[in-house]
């Protein structure tokens, strides 16, 4: 004969049931007050609404009494007849004896010690041995606080425990502070409630101490949760132990705000690589900002395609905003990490390596590099110090320029002209840019892997579309599209020789356009400096370099 039989979830033992005498709260008279408060709440997720509301509405009483040997004491006293003495006068007087002799000894004093008696109770009693529920007891915490407090953030469990017994307590000392008489509508504790879910391993079981699978975060920030490091030569000493690359407390806040913690989050082995190599590449292009930055960029005049990288800063940095503010970190990080893919590294920084290398060093490194630290400041603080003591010595000897730390959100990063095309133009200019050079990138790799081509400077791009606008925007950027898809030259619907010694061709479509994008060789020659291949003889130096050098 099979049955079920209740273990306990702690011990993992089976357990006996038993009827004793518990605490109630009477909840049923406040239910729909609690229901309504809720209104003007805000909760992420949304779905936390649904789930707290059926918890109130399921409940009319909470027992809230517990037989363990610490906690909170519940402040009852009892007859020899085992009735119970709970007034206003006894709990006061508990209470002026706990200020003067301490919480434990309610514990540990003999069990009918007269000093906890009030004077006016006569005869034989005895303290009782309860104490409160924690999860009610918790719910009392909006008391130190002054008003609503902005967020509540606790676990998905709380809807039945924290998240409800703050939001009836406080509810009912609102209808016992009017006595019933306003009609004044409650309030809730809380203006936003945010649910997070579990922890769990990199197989998705829920950590837990008994089973022995939990992580610490010392564990993350030491690094020893990663593959130890190969230490070769003369660093590595006979019999030392393994050497682990310490991650840091960014690496565990980087890990927090990549997460959708509104769900069960893992954590673990691979996980953790994954973060490191992000951080990683953020240190890695923040090198490469410090190291190029300097002062006559701040007077250089700005390209179109500086402007572009400036609204594309811009508009990363309101969505990244928008995702904190909402409490969606994880879209921050992921907003951060596209921008960082997608419109730095490969496309601005990309292009701008010719224009620090041979031209005349402008740029907007500097507007990038104060925004990239800002969006960084709220998940990589540590790493934001070290960028910033790491600045140029012209940015710390201004004193304009504010920590990104401490940085107003709507502080301006730059104080460069409005660009002549227009910010709403780039914005609708842009779909058609990044898809060309999309293809421009899939059509060289082609020729990469054909080993024809090394450098993608050793082309020449032909753009042919049938589509006006299409063309028409690439006229628009026409002197720049070299810098941006990093070749030699760029035409718009050329005719292409039909005798190339090779040619490879992509396609592509934006908006219901459709075009095509040619490799071939170059047209020119090679120039010695930037090598750029628009140089009119072989060993010649080309019309901008011929100008360079000149000026030296």
């Known amino acids: 004969y099979k049955h079920k039989y209740p273990y306990d979830w702690r011990t993992k033992q089976p357990v006996v049931m038993r009827s004793t005498a518990q605490w109630f709260a009477d909840v049923g008279s406040i239910k729909d007050d609690a229901i309504n408060a809720l209104k003007e709440v ?68 003999a069990p009918d010690e007269p000093a906890w008696f009030a004077p006016s109770l006569k005869g034989q009693y005895r303290r009782g041995t309860d104490t409160m529920d924690v999860w009610f007891d918790s719910g009392s915490s909006w008391t130190e606080s002054r008003g609503q407090a902005d967020v509540y ?111 069960d989050v893992a954590i673990g082995q691979s996980v953790l690589k994954s973060v490191h190599t992000i951080l990683v590449k953020y240190r890695t292009i923040i090198k490469m900002l410090t190291g190029s930055m300097h002062e006559s960029a701040r007077t250089a005049p700005a390209t179109a395609l500086d402007h572009i990288a400036l609204v594309q800063l811009k508009d990363v940095m309101e969505e990244v905003h ?97 660009s002549a095309i227009g910010e709403a133009s780039i914005r609708r200019d842009l779909p058609v840019l990044m898809s060309v050079s999309g293809a421009v990138k899939a059509a060289l790799e082609k020729g990469r892997l054909a080993k024809v081509l090394g450098s993608s400077l050793q082309s020449l791009v032909v753009v042919t579309t049938e589509d006006q606008a299409v063309a028409g925007v690439l006229g628009k950027y026409g002197d720049e599209l070299e810098a941006m898809f990093v070749v030699s030259s760029v035409e ?22 459709k075009g095509t994008v040619s490799v071939l060789p170059p047209k020119e020659h090679k ?12 060993d010649a130096l080309c019309g901008r370099c011929e100008d360079a050098v000149s000026d030296l």
Request: net charge negative; glycine share 8%; hydrophobic share 35%.
């Open 322 to 418: 928008r995702a904190f503010a909402a409490h969606e970190f994880y879209k921050a990080f992921n907003a951060l990490n596209r921008w960082v893919a997608n419109d730095l590294s490969a496309f601005y920084l990309e292009a701008m390596k010719d224009r620090l290398y041979c031209g005349d060093g402008g740029g907007v490194l500097e507007p990038i590099f104060l925004g990239f630290l800002r969006m960084l400041s709220p998940m990589t603080p540590l790493l934001v110090e070290e960028a910033w003591d790491h600045r140029p010595d012209y940015m710390k000897a201004d004193s304009t320029i504010l920590h990104p730390l401490y940085t107003p959100r709507d502080a301006p990063i730059h104080d460069r002209a409005p």
């Open 527 to 538: 120039c010695s400096r930037c090598w750029r291949y628009i140089a009119p003889k072989e």
């Open 42 to 109: 805000k909760f992420v997720p949304p779905s936390g609404r649904t789930r707290l509301e059926s918890f109130v509405v399921g409940r009319s009483e909470w027992c809230i009494s517990r037989q363990r040997a610490w906690g909170v004491p519940i402040p009852a006293l009892y007859d020899v007849n085992g009735d119970a003495v709970v007034t206003e006068e006894s709990v006061d007087h508990i209470i002026s004896v706990i200020q003067q002799r301490g919480i434990d000894a309610w514990f540990s004093d």
């Open 153 to 263: 953030l606790e676990g998905s469990d709380q809807h039945r425990g924290w998240f409800q017994s703050s939001l009836l307590s406080y509810v009912a000392a609102q209808r016992a502070e009017s006595d019933g008489a306003s009609q004044a509508q409650p309030k809730p504790p809380f203006k936003t409630l945010i649910t997070h879910g579990f922890t769990l391993d990199q197989a998705g079981k829920k950590m837990s101490k008994s089973i022995g699978n939990t992580i610490t975060p010392a564990q993350i920030m030491d690094g020893t949760l990663l593959p130890p490091i190969k230490v070769r030569g003369k660093d590595k000493k006979a019999g030392a132990g393994p050497t682990y690359e310490a991650l840091g407390p960014d690496a565990l806040r980087l890990w927090a705000a990549s997460s959708e913690y509104t769900r």
């Open 492 to 513: 718009t619907n050329a005719e292409i020789p039909s005798e190339s010694e090779w040619r490879y061709d992509e396609a592509f479509e934006v908006n219901g356009a």
